[in-house]
């Protein structure tokens, strides 16, 4: 199962491209570019979830940590 939504990814690339004024491309190849995607994001998350600590409910980026703490000061 994927954790990505591959319409909303081609549609995003395809987009992207376009505006960045790219070639026109028309195509995503999803067998190459989804599982490098699924693998980026999968990192990503493994590496949010093993920055967190101990303790706690709920998982936030390391800046909004921060920022939460520079205000309590």
Known sequence: ????NWSEC???MLDYAQR???????????AQV???LE???RTDMRKIV???PS???TIMLETRKRK???ARE
């Open 1 to 4: 199962m994927s954790t990505l």
């Open 10 to 12: 081609k549609k995003f």
């Open 20 to 30: 960045s004024n790219r070639k026109r491309f028309t195509r995503v190849s999803k």
């Open 34 to 36: 989804l599982p490098f």
């Open 39 to 41: 693998a980026s994001l």
């Open 50 to 52: 093993d920055s967190q």
């Open 55 to 57: 303790v706690g409910k």
């Open 68 to 70: 939460k703490k520079e």
